[in-house]
């Protein structure tokens, strides 16, 4: 589960995210440039939702998606926060992620107290 929040947090600062479920069971967590081609690209996998159901066909195909279709997943961090980790496994690959410092302006400062 908190694998899934962290993917759900990374995307946040890409633009926006979907998370579809049935009942409890999530089976599609991701950034919008990959859930709507999976839905714009209905008519290539719906022939495996009466042998799968909807929810495994959808999550199949969503889940082979090519990688350009998946950004890179990024974490903030304001250096206010206090400790910043050293290492940091990806949500989505599980590679170690690259560490980098990063200026920000938001020009608006609503933004930037929302942001720390």
Excluded: Q
């Excluded at 579809?20 to 719906?46: I, M, Q, R």
């Amino acid at each position: 589960m908190l694998r899934e929040i962290k993917k759900l947090l990374s995307y946040d600062k890409e633009g926006g995210w979907a998370v579809l479920s049935k009942g409890s069971f999530v089976f599609v967590n991701g950034h919008s440039s990959s859930v709507l081609p999976t839905f714009n690209e209905y008519d290539a996998w719906k022939e495996y939702v009466p042998s799968k159901g909807f929810d495994m066909a959808c999550s199949d195909y969503h889940n082979n998606l090519r990688p350009d279709a998946r950004p890179c997943c990024r974490f903030e961090f304001s250096s206010t926060v206090g400790r910043i980790p050293d290492t940091m496994k990806c949500p989505e690959c599980l590679r170690n992620m690259e560490k980098y410092m990063a200026f920000l302006c938001c020009h608006d400062e609503s933004t930037i107290n929302a942001l720390i």
